[in-house]
């Protein structure tokens, strides 16, 4: 990510010769760091959930004396006023904005935190907060972790935006030592085999740290329906469960999530309508976009989660950035290890198979019909995601001589599916012909009806 900073200009006071006001200016950054707060330290904010009573707004004037004396035998030692610190409810603040409008979120804010929060963009449909930014009126400053590894197209977006509403954007790099101690002992691609957590460690969670560390709060583009398994619940604005702010310790940043109510075609109507640059990588089918090797077009049928890191299990789609949406157990769990979670493809027209019923089709090498089996989770977000589109093949398939089914392969069935089925990542589709033991994974992620009835066909 990188860092960018809006300001207004700064209006000219006048002083007279006992006393002179000196306005305050919006800092230049360069990287994140500590901010000389000597002309706003009335501005300070703890955020152990904590606020001054007496917060001075970015640019506010002293307040002169009606009438000054001077005398050269008296001096008056400056009235030390101790601000009142009071609680302040996150929660509650939540609730009170959960029908607000972004702009009105965005503005509170940068209201409360003036030159101590800034946006975090990524290069993708995040760029609306910035034209909610800059609709304010208000100040604001923009970061962006560059990790080295983005697409051309999102380097072209960032000098876009910046030009479009004048600023500069805030860049966070990794740690050039880290990333090639990364590089040199495991490779350049070393996530497609063990998991993509390492490499986003170095190169996105350990430049957030430092660029949040100069921060006391800061603004995302989470949305509610991004990621149905781990943002479902993302709030308006929250303590930050993860990272720490400029104060140092738990409770000392705050994240505002403007959008977590707002639907991902409502943000895309806002972009055309206040003609925002975009990436054009959105243009090729891309919706989440993160780094080049690990970000993809997603398919019909399929979730947008679904273009990134799609070679694991739909349980690891956070990149370390927003890990407090992941907990540890969001259902309860059975004796068997197993999440208690609403059902998936339910329908007359699909059969439920258990682990024995699986073991029969596998045995058979003459089946009096086809069957096409999806072996799925309930709690996988891209199972969730094909649902309404393998029920519907359920109904055109019924009495055709395919039978349509479902194997729950979490859990304790997770072993015997990658070893007898092939399981990989959820879901997978294996199909069962009428004279062959071994059955055959459909190859695809192009989920539609459509393509699932031209598998069946050409194997029949």
């Not at 100040?139 to 072209?156: A, H, I, K, Q």
């Not at 490779?187 to 921060?215: I, M, N, T, W």
């Not at 029920?391 to 055109?396: H, N």
Request: proline letters at 6%; aromatic letters at 8%; charged letters at 25%.
């Amino acid at each position: 990510m990188a860092f960018s900073v809006s300001a207004s200009p700064a209006p000219v006071h006048s002083s007279s010769p006992s006393s002179s006001f000196e306005q305050p200016r919006a800092a230049q950054f360069g990287a994140f760091q500590p901010l000389d707060r000597s002309h706003h330290s009335t501005s300070s904010v703890k955020l152990s959930r904590r606020r001054c009573a007496a917060v001075k707004p970015l640019h506010a004037e002293a307040k002169r004396s009606d009438s000054i004396v001077p005398s050269a035998a008296t001096v008056v030692a400056p009235e030390v006023v101790e601000k009142a610190e009071v609680e302040e409810d996150f929660e509650k603040l939540a609730v009170e904005l959960q029908n607000a409008s972004p702009l009105e979120i965005m503005d509170k804010a940068l209201e409360k935190f003036g030159n101590d929060i800034a946006i975090a963009f990524s290069g993708a449909e995040d760029v609306a907060l910035i034209e909610y930014a800059h609709l304010t009126g208000r100040p604001y400053r923009v970061f962006s972790l560059d990790t080295g590894r983005l697409n051309p197209e999102t380097y072209r977006l960032f000098d876009e935006v910046e030009k479009k509403y004048g600023i500069r954007i805030e860049y966070m790099f990794p740690d050039a030592e880290e990333v090639q101690t990364l590089v040199r002992s495991k490779g350049l691609f070393s996530f497609y085999e063990d998991g993509h957590q390492e490499c986003c460690r170095v190169r996105k969670v350990r430049p957030l740290r430092r660029a949040l560390k100069g921060l006391r709060a800061w603004i995302t583009g989470q949305r509610k329906d991004q990621s149905p398994g781990t943002r479902s619940e993302v709030p308006i604005v929250q303590v930050d469960p993860v990272f720490e702010g400029l104060d140092g310790g738990v409770g000392s940043l705050v994240k505002w999530n403007p959008v977590a109510n707002v639907k991902g075609n409502d943000v895309w109507n806002f972009l055309r309508t206040m003609d925002v640059p975009v990436n054009s990588l959105h243009a090729q089918g891309y919706i989440s976009i993160g780094c080049e090797p690990c970000t993809r077009p997603v398919l019909p049928g399929q979730h947008e989660r679904e273009g990134r890191w799609w070679w694991e299990d739909a349980k690891a789609k956070e990149c370390g950035l927003h890990k407090g949406n992941i907990k540890e157990e969001n259902n309860t769990v059975q004796d068997n290890g197993t999440a208690s979670v609403t059902d998936l493809f339910t329908s007359e027209n699909v059969v439920s198979l258990s682990q024995q019923g699986v073991e029969n089709l596998l045995k058979l090498e003459n089946r009096q019909e086809a069957w096409l089996v999806v072996l799925y989770a309930p709690w996988c977000q891209y199972c969730q995601a094909m649902e309404g589109s393998y029920v519907e093949l359920g109904k055109a398939l019924a009495g055709s001589g395919v039978k349509v089914a479902k194997f729950r392969a979490d859990g304790e069935e997770k072993a015997f599916a990658q070893e007898k089925l092939q399981l990989g990542t959820f879901p997978t589709i294996v199909f069962f012909p009428k004279r062959s033991l071994r059955p055959i994974k459909y190859p695809s992620e192009n989920r539609d009806v459509a393509s699932l009835t031209a598998f069946v066909n050409a194997l029949q």
